[in-house]
């Protein structure tokens, strides 16, 4: 119940940490344009240092944005989206080259160049990356071998990988069992073979079926040994991209849950401005049909006002002349 405990506080304090540094990030102005080498290897240490200072069930935005909070520290002014896509390109430009260099020491009929001796040109038309550097490569053979150690099931560390010609010639090439598979079973003695027949009927039913397969209980430790010491490598192979598959799987998903989070913000603010938009206009065509009605009012009212006041003004002159006239001379 305690490690329970610890471990759900340990969790919430994580989680308070990245909301924390998503509160951080929207005051930062992040750097545009391409990567430089410094940057690169600040990108490729704070990767190394995800995997084992974090755990691993952290995936997604806390962990890119553990590796952008890391970047940013040391001056690196980059966004945890264009980290993780730089990392997607520097990936994808190291599975090229390794895969190159295991075809090209694999013994084939003619052999082909180094990457690090090709120039530029032949590097694109053997459809290579052409500026991936050395330091670059080694940095991230590095991350790889760790993550394959870590991902075993118990395993140790593998250490440093093994040559191109181990992959190509398992089956041909002897290899030595291990110890434990060395360890041959020590033969029963006559009498306490015959003290656990007479003891146990299923001892004894157990013993005439080993008895008739001769040679099956020395040959199947050595050959299981063989077996195993034959698929060791291929294994960790498996292992390297079982594990490189899951990461990028759950990189994949974090992505897609953003994009859809963002979508649906989108969506929901674009409603939101379509509504109030609408209400606008509504409100405006209101005040014109308004405003249209007073006017018309407005003339009306001024119209008869002026007729009232012109009919005054005529009957005004009329008196007026008529005044000025005077009574009419008697014939």
Known sequence: MDAKGSGGAHREGEETGNVMAGAMTVAREYRRGNWTLPETMLLIEAKKRV???????????????????????????????????????LMRDYKKVRAYGEHAGAGAEAPRPSYWEMARAERKARYLPSNLLREIYEAMAEIVERRTGFSGAGGPFLGAPPPPMASTGLVGVPMQASPLAQVQPRPLDQEETRCSSESSPERKRLRLSLDGQPGSSRSTPASDAGHNDRHQEPQGDDREVSSEDAEEQDEL?????????????????REAAEERRHREVMAVEERRSVARQARREAGEQCMAGLAAAVGQLAGSMLALAAKHEGPAAPK
């Open 51 to 89: 995997h084992s200072e974090r755990h691993p069930a952290d995936l997604g935005l806390g962990r890119w944005r553990w590796v952008e909070d890391y970047c940013w520290r040391a001056g690196c002014r980059r966004s945890q989206n264009q980290c993780n896509d730089r990392w997607d390109n």
């Open 253 to 269: 998903s974090g992505a897609i849950g953003q994009c859809a989070a963002i979508l649906s913000g989108a969506l929901e603010s």
